[in-house]
């Protein structure tokens, strides 16, 4: 869904990463409070004082999503969910599964601890608040502490909407899947409530740009525009798990890969391998030995004029985890790897023996063809337009 984020902090063994989007969010946050809800809701205050409260509360939203997600995460564990971490960006946060429930209880409980987080942040908030107003703290303080509340209530309340992937979507999904035992189904089902959510909120957008309120107008037209790709997006990765799953690498794999040898020179590489094969990646074998891994960007470090004074051997480095995986392997976990790290070519290993090459497009022409023959892609494509 994102691309490399900055990464902030590691907190229970999960990273917290800030898209650059957020920045957007954070400064539109702080605008929109400064120079709108604050001074509507306390007058009297100086410019400034609007602004560090605008400030406070993009901050105090930060650490809201925070502790949401981070609650997913630590529930999404528990019932042995693997997460890749939290990004933070334009539209909130979200906590990246990198593989799907495997009961609807572990679904239901990830699920329904979001609401309940935003729900706890916001009663602790008003506490604070009720204690600041009884001990006299500064209006603007109390005045960011009651927004806090009640953003917080207002986010739990959204997040229960059932329209997947919001939090009630999954809820919902949670409880198709144990009504019927078909998680396909329900996917299928809590999606299309989900894309027909986006759709209301685009049109809601429409309205309020029309009626005058260009900003709020805006953010419901973008809002919507998420729900609803991230709605039908979830429903296609279901299928693509459920196309390779239980199937390993090795069905996949080209048994004969394009190989380099490390004794040739760095101009024989280009000339005959990365610009008549159009690949980025070669693996470099020994007698059938995996001895390394050549890639464009190190060839772009040597000057063109020396590439017949080095040898492939100069650049090659070992082949890392990353853009290796052994043939007994699910596929599922292949797919993974190649949406983790971003790359499209994966070496197949057994030892230090390479024994195949693994592509996306290949996974991706085997997922096209199935999904023809089973009628997945005519039922999506139904769905996408509606």
């Keep these: 869904m994102f691309g490399r984020g900055i990464h902030l902090f590691t907190l229970f063994g999960f990273k917290v990463s800030l898209d650059l989007s957020w920045l957007i969010l954070a400064v539109l946050v702080t605008w929109s409070l400064a120079a709108g809800l604050f001074p509507m809701w306390f007058e009297g205050?100086?410019?400034?004082?609007?602004?560090?409260?605008?400030?406070?509360?993009?901050?105090?939203?930060?650490?809201?999503?925070?502790?949401?997600?981070?609650?997913?995460?630590?529930?999404?564990?528990?019932y042995g969910m693997s997460m890749k971490g939290i990004t933070l960006f334009i539209f909130g946060?979200?906590?990246?599964?990198?593989?799907?429930?495997?009961?609807?209880?572990?679904?239901?409980?990830?699920?329904?601890v979001g609401p309940i987080s935003s729900v706890v942040i916001?009663?602790?908030?008003?506490?604070?608040y009720l204690g600041g107003q009884a001990a006299n703290w500064p209006e603007p303080v109390n005045g960011v502490l009651i927004y806090l509340a009640v953003l917080n209530w207002i986010l739990a309340g959204f997040n229960l909407v059932p329209a997947f992937p919001l939090d009630g979507g999954?809820?919902?999904?949670?409880?198709?899947?144990?009504?019927?035992?078909?998680?396909?189904?329900?996917?299928?089902?809590?999606?299309?409530?989900?894309?027909?959510?986006?759709?209301?909120?685009?049109v809601m957008g429409v309205l309020f740009f029309i009626s005058g309120n260009f900003i709020g107008g805006v953010w419901w037209f973008l809002i919507g525009m998420f729900v609803r790709s991230a709605a039908q997006m979830s429903y296609r990765q279901l299928l693509v798990r459920k196309a390779f799953e239980g199937e390993e690498v090795r069905r996949f794999m080209k048994a004969d890969p394009v190989t380099v040898s490390p004794d040739i020179t760095t101009k024989d590489l280009v000339e005959n391998y990365f610009y008549r094969h159009h690949y980025k990646m070669f693996p470099v074998t020994r007698d059938g030995h995996l001895v390394g891994c050549v890639n464009s960007s190190q060839i772009r470090q040597v000057p063109r004029e020396e590439?017949?004074?080095?040898?492939?051997?100069?650049?090659?480095?070992?082949?890392?985890?990353?853009?290796?995986?052994?043939?007994?392997?699910?596929?599922?976990?292949?797919?993974?790897?190649?949406?983790?790290t971003g790359k499209s070519r994966l070496m197949v290993v057994e030892g230090d023996r390479?024994?195949?090459?693994?592509?996306?497009?290949?996974?991706?022409?085997?997922?096209?063809?199935?999904?023809?023959?089973?009628?997945?892609?005519?039922?999506?494509?139904?769905?996408?337009?509606?």
């Design 122 to 128: 916001g009663l602790a908030c008003y506490g604070v």
């Design 170 to 202: 999954r809820i919902l999904r949670s409880i198709l899947w144990a009504a019927k035992r078909n998680l396909r189904w329900a996917t299928r089902i809590s999606s299309q409530i989900g894309s027909g959510f986006g759709i209301f909120l685009i």
């Design 307 to 340: 590439w017949s004074e080095h040898r492939v051997d100069e650049l090659a480095e070992s082949c890392l985890e990353e853009n290796t995986i052994p043939p007994d392997a699910d596929a599922v976990q292949a797919l993974s790897k190649m949406n983790q």
């Design 93 to 112: 946060g979200v906590a990246e599964m990198t593989e799907e429930p495997t009961t609807p209880r572990g679904e239901f409980f990830m699920a329904v």
């Design 45 to 78: 205050f100086s410019t400034a004082t609007y602004w560090w409260m605008g400030l406070a509360g993009a901050l105090g939203l930060f650490f809201s999503i925070v502790f949401h997600e981070m609650s997913h995460s630590l529930v999404a564990r528990r």
């Design 354 to 386: 390479l024994v195949g090459v693994i592509a996306l497009k290949d996974m991706l022409r085997f997922l096209s063809i199935k999904m023809d023959l089973e009628g997945e892609g005519e039922r999506l494509g139904r769905d996408e337009e509606e």
